[in-house]
């Protein structure tokens, strides 16, 4: 792709708007995003508690400026908010986790006592929305994705501590026909996910009890929340009031009418009950921490980003300028032993004054790597094309 492919590529998207993602498109009901609500207006009460000043508005959700993040993990006051419902308070004192169903041996109620006597786990993990990077589908692939138009930043790296799952399972007791565990919140959405019973023993899955060395916020699920790392946000359920062990596999809204991948390659016949095939898993992803677009000063400049991937640590980020060759950016803190962070990466870059086109792409440890296309699907997840970032020098 040369330069003026590129600018092509751009102008061929949004038009006016081809510096950012897709701007006024309406949030569709069921895809991530919006379906409490359009825009927030006067009338309509924020359903989030966090000062909303930092972050980009999309309707109900808020995303992080991923150029605001001065270090590695991300602040939890800077930490993007994705709800279906508005934040519930939740008074710790009264709080009970309850664990049961046809798949325990027993059904036991938890306090928040109970689970800080179990082993802590710490975990440095991201959590990405399965939307994350919507807004760019128009530009990436020539279609327009329903749902919020999140640009790149629904997503945030966190220090998270609390038991396993899997403790807290076994104080019911995971009966050997177990097939499901699902996990379910407190929220109005009763937002739930499912998971198989081998990712709810994965040591990595937890129940989150802080978040950076704090007690959860509450937009962040106080007081209990899942990690599941890899596994797409939506999986992450905050304010977990109860967990249902099942012998047959669940299906509820997160894994048959939303996170779902809708499409001819996709045939709603063969992923019965669901509309299309459950997203489970995430993709490897890297993005500039730049605003889109960005404005840079001419004359030799620092760049830098993060990359992450559900399989394993990044093992390298590539970036190039309009479509020329690709350059090694370096890697910051990378640690194989932190395989659920995402990474920072950075580069030098002799910026002349113009328009140009800057795309990073990142390769895991798995041998994964992003595309250079994008592929669509009607509620537009996953997309991880190396994006093209429109960069203003001048
Ligand atoms: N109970 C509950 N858990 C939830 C949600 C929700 O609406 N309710 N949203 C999910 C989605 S879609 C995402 S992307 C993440 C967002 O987590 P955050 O708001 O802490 O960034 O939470 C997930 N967990
Ligand atoms: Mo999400």
Same mark, same amino acid.
């Given at each position: 792709?040369?330069?003026?492919?590129?600018?092509?590529?751009?102008?061929?998207?949004?038009?006016?708007?081809?510096?950012?993602?897709?701007?006024?498109?309406?949030?569709?009901?069921?895809?991530?995003?919006?379906?409490?609500?359009?825009?927030?207006?006067?009338?309509?009460?924020?359903?989030?508690?966090?000062?909303?000043?930092?972050?980009?508005?999309?309707?109900?959700?808020?995303?992080?400026?991923?150029?605001?993040?001065?270090?590695?993990?991300?602040?939890?006051?800077?930490?993007?908010?994705?709800?279906?419902?508005?934040?519930?308070?939740?008074?710790?004192?009264?709080?009970?986790?309850?664990?049961?169903?046809?798949?325990?041996?027993?059904?036991?109620?938890?306090?928040?006592?109970?689970?800080?006597?179990?082993?802590?786990?710490?975990?440095?993990?991201?959590?990405?929305?399965?939307?994350?990077?919507?807004?760019?589908?128009?530009?990436?692939?020539?279609?327009?994705?329903?749902?919020?138009?999140?640009?790149?930043?629904?997503?945030?790296?966190?220090?998270?501590?609390?038991?396993?799952?899997?403790?807290?399972?076994?104080?019911?007791?995971?009966?050997?026909?177990?097939?499901?565990?699902?996990?379910?919140?407190?929220?109005?959405?009763?937002?739930?996910?499912?998971?198989?019973?081998?990712?709810?023993?994965?040591?990595?899955?937890?129940?989150?009890?802080?978040?950076?060395?704090?007690?959860?916020?509450?937009?962040?699920?106080?007081?209990?929340?899942? *990690? !599941? #790392? $890899?596994?797409?946000?939506? +999986?992450?359920?905050? %304010?977990?009031? /109860?967990?249902?062990? @099942?012998?047959?596999?669940?299906?509820?809204?997160?894994?048959?009418?939303?996170?779902?991948?809708?499409?001819?390659?996709?045939?709603?016949?063969?992923?019965?009950?669901?509309?299309?095939?459950?997203?489970?898993?995430?993709?490897?992803?890297?993005?500039?921490?730049?605003?889109?677009?960005?404005? *840079? !000063? #001419? $004359?030799?400049?620092?760049? +830098?980003?993060?990359? %992450?991937?559900? /399989?394993?640590?990044? @093992?390298?980020?590539?970036?190039?300028?309009?479509?020329?060759?690709?350059?090694?950016?370096?890697?910051?803190?990378?640690?194989?032993?932190?395989?659920?962070?995402?990474?920072?990466?950075?580069?030098?870059?002799?910026?002349?004054?113009?328009?140009?086109?800057?795309?990073?792409?990142?390769?895991?440890? !798995?041998?994964?790597?992003?595309?250079?296309?994008?592929?669509?699907?009607?509620?537009?997840?996953?997309?991880?094309?190396?994006?093209?970032?429109?960069?203003?020098?001048?």
């Amino acid at each position: 792709m040369n330069r003026r492919e590129a600018l092509a590529l751009m102008a061929a998207g949004a038009g006016a708007a081809a510096c950012g993602p897709q701007g006024a498109a309406n949030d569709a009901g069921d895809a991530d995003g919006g379906e409490t609500g359009g825009e927030s207006t006067q009338s309509q009460p924020p359903i989030w508690v966090k000062d909303p000043a930092p972050f980009i508005r999309h309707g109900t959700n808020l995303e992080t400026r991923l150029e605001d993040l001065g270090g590695w993990l991300t602040p939890n006051e800077l930490f993007f908010v994705r709800n279906h419902a508005p934040t519930p308070r939740i008074d710790p004192a009264a709080y009970r986790l309850t664990v049961g169903g046809p798949g325990a041996e027993r059904e036991v109620e938890l306090t928040l006592d109970d689970l800080r006597a179990l082993p802590r786990q710490t975990l440095i993990a991201y959590i990405e929305c399965a939307g994350n990077w919507r807004g760019f589908f128009q530009r990436v692939t020539g279609r327009t994705a329903s749902g919020s138009q999140w640009g790149t930043g629904a997503i945030g790296c966190a220090e998270w501590s609390g038991p396993s799952l899997a403790d807290a399972l076994a104080l019911a007791g995971v009966r050997d026909d177990a097939v499901d565990v699902n996990v379910i919140g407190l929220d109005d959405a009763e937002w739930a996910r499912p998971m198989p019973v081998a990712k709810a023993l994965d040591p990595a899955t937890i129940l989150a009890l802080t978040m950076n060395g704090a007690p959860l916020p509450p937009d962040h699920g106080f007081p209990v929340r899942a *990690v !599941a #790392p $890899g596994w797409v946000g939506s +999986s992450s359920v905050k %304010w977990v009031g /109860r967990i249902e062990i @099942a012998t047959s596999r669940v299906w509820v809204r997160a894994n048959t009418s939303s996170y779902v991948l809708v499409g001819d390659e996709w045939p709603a016949d063969r992923y019965a009950p669901a509309d299309g095939a459950p997203i489970s898993t995430g993709v490897v992803k890297s993005a500039l921490a730049l605003p889109h677009p960005a404005r *840079v !000063a #001419p $004359g030799r400049r620092r760049l +830098s980003g993060f990359a %992450w991937s559900p /399989r394993g640590p990044v @093992a390298r980020v590539e970036w190039r300028v309009d479509g020329g060759r690709w350059g090694a950016a370096r890697l910051i803190g990378a640690s194989g032993d932190l395989p659920h962070a995402w990474v920072r990466f950075e580069f030098e870059w002799e910026a002349a004054p113009g328009d140009h086109i800057v795309q990073t792409r990142a390769t895991d440890a !798995a041998g994964n790597f992003q595309p250079l296309e994008g592929a669509y699907n009607e509620k537009g997840y996953l997309l991880n094309a190396a994006l093209p970032h429109l960069v203003q020098v001048g």
